[in-house]
């Protein structure tokens, strides 16, 4: 054993050299912390130097310079020894520390010089310089620690350089994947939403498709629309079903008052003449039976009542006068038996004069309107309905339409609509209504003369003779004390043209028995004007 030299810290290994001359086997002694040592023969090299025996080890790969490792000088820590550096409750691992140097002082070193090759990484040692195994028997220790050479290049070895924190390798992964994430939520999200508008609009449930459907709304209209209009209309009109001995067809009509009596044509009420049938059908699906009040031939008006019926809405009268051309209207009616059916347009022309009817050949069933014509879709079934303004209110009774090639006629024919129409203003059905249920009959105004309707001249031309033979113009009638004679022709009525003794009668029944009516006149070539006060007839 070597006399001890300085002293190294506490818990090292040492490697130390006796003071003074080397002994003659140069040898070294080998401490390990533990207080057992051991020597280990050194031989003394050309250069003065030492190197661990025997000669003959295998030599380790060249190791650059490093510093030694550090180690805590309190050996009571139970802390885990720094990589390199055997912990203080365990022996040393078999491995070999670099060679020793002398320095220039006579000191030893531990450090070897630039210049020298690096140890053998592992040499044979006498196992008689060794500490020896608590347990001969047992496997020498497999712990990865005791296996490595601390001073040796090593996955494990400390270099020196600094060393990165726990989360700085991580960050750019954790950036990554929340970065990913971000990415991932916002596709998701958007698949998610196509997804959702897919399945709201194509709901598949149980293999059925369920289509997307508005929900239920308000059935309130504003009253100036034609929805408005209907809604409040169609209460108060009703659908005739009239049979008679030999004919029957379909007509609407609509409720006057309280009391039972409705408003049509005469053309649809009489296929039941004297002892057919008439029964109304309103709204709410009620049928009743009706009676004829009255009815006249030459306006194209009757009345007709119902009885025991209670609830019964009319339908307010408005003003002919007031309708201009432009004005929107609807009509209601029956059209080929398609009750409640509702139509509109405008007024595209007013005191349109037209006659309608005229079957009968005598002219007894002629009817002379100074209609309102609408291009509002009227059709077989819509006579006698009303022709509604945009308050709701009657402005016309619907009789007749112009179908292509048939000329003007009531629609009670076969024939459909051209968008030609014809109605008769209420003013005039509400002088007509009044007398057919106050006295069962209607007057009509009259001038007291009989017309040529064969006359084919611009104009109406008063006949040569009456019916019967007698004079053209009766005696102590509106005309004869007007002043007009036979022959005469009549041009204007109330400076309004007049171009045929048809329309010469649609002119004159506009007015009331009673109105005063002023007349161009043509006679020998001259024109003058005369004012008569119109008479009265019964009508048929």
Do not use: C
């Not at 009509?253 to 039972?260: A, H, P």
């Not at 059209?335 to 007013?350: C, H, M, N, Q, R």
């Not at 009968?360 to 509604?388: C, E, F, H, K, M």
């Amino acid at each position: 054993m070597a006399p001890e030299g300085p002293s190294e810290p506490e818990g090292d290994s040492e490697l130390r050299a006796p003071e003074g001359p080397p002994e003659p086997d140069g040898d070294f002694e080998l401490r390990a912390p533990g207080g057992s040592s051991g020597t280990v023969p050194v031989a003394p090299t050309p250069d003065g130097d030492f190197e661990l025996a025997p000669p003959e080890a295998v030599a380790a790969e060249p190791v650059t310079d490093r510093p030694e490792p550090t180690q805590d000088t309190d050996s009571s820590s139970t802390d885990t020894p720094p990589y390199g550096v055997p912990g203080p409750w365990a022996p040393a691992p078999p491995v070999q520390h670099p060679a020793a140097t002398v320095s220039p002082q006579g000191g030893t070193s531990t450090q070897p010089p630039d210049d020298l090759p690096a140890p053998p990484e592992y040499l044979p040692v006498p196992a008689d310089n060794l500490p020896a195994p608590a347990d001969d028997t047992a496997p020498p220790p497999s712990a990865p620690w005791q296996n490595y050479d601390p001073w040796a290049p090593a996955p494990f070895q400390q270099t020196g350089a600094a060393a990165p924190a726990k989360d700085q390798g991580s960050r750019p992964t954790r950036q990554a994947l929340l970065t990913g994430a971000v990415l991932l939520a916002l596709v998701a999200g958007g698949v998610g939403g196509a997804v959702g508008v897919y399945l709201e609009r194509n709901r598949v449930e149980g293999g059925v498709v369920e289509l997307p459907q508005a929900g239920r709304e308000s059935g309130e209209r504003a009253p100036g629309t034609v929805a408005g209009i209907a809604a409040r209309a169609l209460p108060s009109v009703v659908t005739l079903h009239v049979r008679g001995t030999g004919e029957s067809g379909t007509g609407t009509g609509f409720v006057l008052d309280g009391l039972g009596h409705i408003l049509t044509n005469n053309h649809v009420v009489e296929p039941a003449g004297s002892d057919g049938e008439i029964s109304v059908t309103f709204q709410n699906g009620d049928t009743a039976k009706a009676t004829v009040v009255g009815r006249d031939s030459g306006y194209d008006l009757a009345v007709v009542r119902v009885n025991g019926v209670r609830g019964l809405r009319p339908l307010p009268l408005g003003n002919s006068d007031n309708v201009q051309v432009g004005d929107p209207v609807v009509a209601i009616g029956a059209p080929f038996d398609l009750e409640g059916t509702v139509t509109s347009g405008i007024i595209s022309a007013k005191e349109r004069p037209i006659t309608a009817g005229g079957e009968r050949g005598d002219g007894s069933d002629v009817s002379y309107v100074d209609a309102l014509q609408t291009d509002a879709p009227i059709n077989p079934g819509n006579s006698g309905g009303p022709l509604l303004d945009s308050r709701a209110r009657v402005v016309g009774i619907n009789s007749a339409i112009r179908s292509a090639g048939q000329g003007i006629g009531s629609e009670s024919g076969q024939a459909g609509s051209i968008g030609l129409g014809f109605a008769i203003p209420v003013n005039q059905a509400k002088r007509v209504a009044e007398e057919l249920i106050n006295t069962g009959r209607a007057t009509h105004p009259v001038i007291g003369v009989t017309l040529d309707m064969g006359y084919t001249g611009d104009g109406a031309r008063v006949g040569t003779t009456g019916r019967g033979g007698g004079p053209a113009v009766s005696k102590g009638g509106p005309g004869e004390k007007a002043g007009l004679k036979a022959g005469d022709v009549i041009t204007g009525v109330d400076g309004r043209p007049v171009h045929s003794g048809d329309e010469l009668i649609v002119r004159t029944r506009a007015h009331r028995p009673g109105d005063l009516l002023r007349l161009t006149l043509e006679r020998a070539g001259r024109e003058f004007t005369v004012t008569l006060t119109l008479g009265s007839s019964e009508g048929g």
